[in-house]
């Protein structure tokens, strides 16, 4: 069927979206008296209306009941975290005992390569994207220096080939089996943040078994935003921030995933604070370290409240939208704007198509005027981001965008060009 490309075939597919509601429950940023259209959810997600409520409540409960707050405050801080396990773990397919909200997502990071990067004998090696986040980088080179390895020696970087933006899984697969004597761990983001491809995790994690490696991701781009079944992939563990697409706050808490085999074996080794002790004896001040079974056995500290509040506020909408639903709607929207823009002819989108490789973002190259380009959008109230050294990076959230929205954006791009 040929596309239609006008804005009131556009805003027919935002009448007839069952999401559309959820918009409402957001804040959305002011440009000349209206709302911004923002296609940045997959670096800061919008505010949820009901975050700021919930902040407040426990600054009223703190001033109300100072210490006693921890068992007294309509949510006790003691057990805070309990609010928001069970759906924090439906939005990556977990068991409820296998995730624990806390800390942040580097620091959760280091915490997990303590315990699942265990070198020994020729097994040292850790794989991983050559085009990773900054601080995946910096955490496993850290790591391997932790054990007196060479970095340069022991890890294992995974490239696209020439001329190719996006690595191929039947690549990732046959160096895993290259490799398959030496490797200890593969560690890559679910979806990379610079070219939006979303890595086949399933196939990934089992290959990585089948030679006796660890499997781990940083699902920073990859919560809140497609479908994971962390549990039943066998996932051995994964760690990912709140504020991309789970709309919980700049620096809000984030959450670790230890798959339950894993997770009640008190003697892997790990770094250890008073909070993932067994709750039942932590406030017996005790010097022996019980770790808690799953992964509250990972928690360091107490819980960050206030964060927190930010976070069940937006755990609530993704379990009232669920996130097959949201799913759903994106691919149908990124299918729709990556039809729009395919006809620009200076829009190159380096993100796969096929939305099995893909979540809501598309990576832009402009072939023409990029960084002007990227100016006059934000001039014009249309808000992307830009990564260096040359994409333009749009998301369409399912959660608050519409279908106009896309049209609007693809409509300013062929506005410049004229
Ligand atoms: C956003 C992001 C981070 C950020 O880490 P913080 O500790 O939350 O600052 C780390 N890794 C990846 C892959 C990211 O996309």
């Not at 809501?360 to 100016?375: G, M, R, T, V, Y």
Request: some cysteine; overall charge negative; hydrophobic content about 40%.
């Amino acid at each position: 069927m040929a596309l239609d490309y006008s804005l009131s075939y556009a805003q027919s597919l935002d009448l007839s979206d069952s999401l559309k509601s959820y918009r409402d429950q957001f804040i959305f940023p002011q440009h000349n008296g209206k709302d911004i259209y923002y296609f940045t959810g997959n670096s800061l997600g919008l505010q949820p209306r009901k975050a700021q409520q919930y902040i407040l409540e426990e600054l009223e409960d703190w001033g109300k009941y100072g210490v006693e707050g921890h068992f007294q405050s309509r949510r006790n801080w003691f057990g805070y975290h309990h609010f928001l396990t069970d759906k924090a773990a439906k939005i990556v397919g977990a068991k409820t005992e296998e995730v624990a909200v806390m800390n942040t997502l580097s620091v959760n990071l280091n915490l997990l390569l303590v315990s699942f990067y265990r070198p020994h004998g020729k097994r040292t090696k850790i794989m991983m994207e050559a085009a990773a986040f900054p601080s995946d980088h910096y955490a496993v080179q850290q790591q391997v220096k932790f054990h007196e390895l060479d970095p340069s020696q022991h890890i294992i970087l995974l490239q696209p080939r020439d001329g190719e933006h996006c690595i191929r899984t039947e690549d990732i697969l046959a160096q895993i089996e290259d490799n398959k004597d030496e490797l200890a761990l593969l560690m890559l983001g679910g979806v990379n943040y610079y070219t939006g491809q979303l890595f086949d995790l399933e196939t990934i994690t089992k290959k990585a078994h089948e030679v006796g490696a660890i499997a781990g991701y940083d699902l920073a781009h990859a919560a809140g935003n497609i479908v994971l079944k962390l549990h039943e992939w066998n996932v051995d563990f994964a760690c990912w921030c709140s504020y991309k697409y789970l709309n919980s706050g700049p620096g809000g808490v984030a959450s670790i995933f230890v798959h339950e085999k894993h997770g009640n074996n008190p003697d892997l080794p790990r770094f250890a604070g008073w909070w993932g002790n067994e709750e039942k004896d932590r406030f017996l001040m005790k010097s022996e370290f019980i770790p808690a079974k799953g992964a509250s056995g990972w928690q360091q500290s107490n819980a960050q409240i206030f964060s927190m509040a930010a976070h069940l506020a937006s755990l609530e909408i993704f379990e009232q939208a669920g996130i097959e639903n949201l799913r759903t709607k994106s691919e149908q929207m990124t299918g729709y704007l990556e039809n729009l823009l395919k006809e620009i002819p200076q829009i190159k989108i380096i993100t796969p198509s096929n939305p099995k490789y893909r979540g809501c973002q598309l990576s832009l190259i402009a072939l023409d005027k990029p960084k002007e380009l990227f100016k006059f959008l934000q001039d014009n109230g249309i808000i992307t981001d830009w990564r260096e050294p040359d994409v333009i990076r749009v998301a369409p959230v399912p959660m608050y965008n519409r279908f106009e929205d896309c049209w609007i954006l693809a409509e300013s791009i062929k506005e410049f060009y004229s």
